[in-house]
């Protein structure tokens, strides 16, 4: 399935786009980040969150919406 992945911060800064299309043949989001991290190493050291569909989710969740977001941690205030 194609998943439209949108990026966010300093994650963008880091893949250097805002958003693109991924080919995605698993079904676990932990799948879903293993492909984001080889094609992006240094984000293996950041922390960030995962978004489907516009709802923050885990890494046991099934990969189910066409759309997902990386989102660096948000500041409080």
Do not use: R, W
Request: aromatic share 10%.
């Amino acid at each position: 399935m194609k998943i439209t992945v949108k990026y966010f911060g300093m994650i963008a800064e880091i893949t250097q786009c805002d958003e693109e299309i991924i080919d995605f043949s698993g079904s676990m989001m932990s799948e879903f980040l293993k492909i984001v991290h080889s094609k992006y190493p240094e984000l293996k050291n950041k922390d960030f969150q995962i978004a489907q569909n516009q709802e923050l989710v885990a890494l046991k969740t099934s990969v189910t919406g066409q759309e997902l977001a990386l989102l660096p941690p948000f500041a409080g205030g």
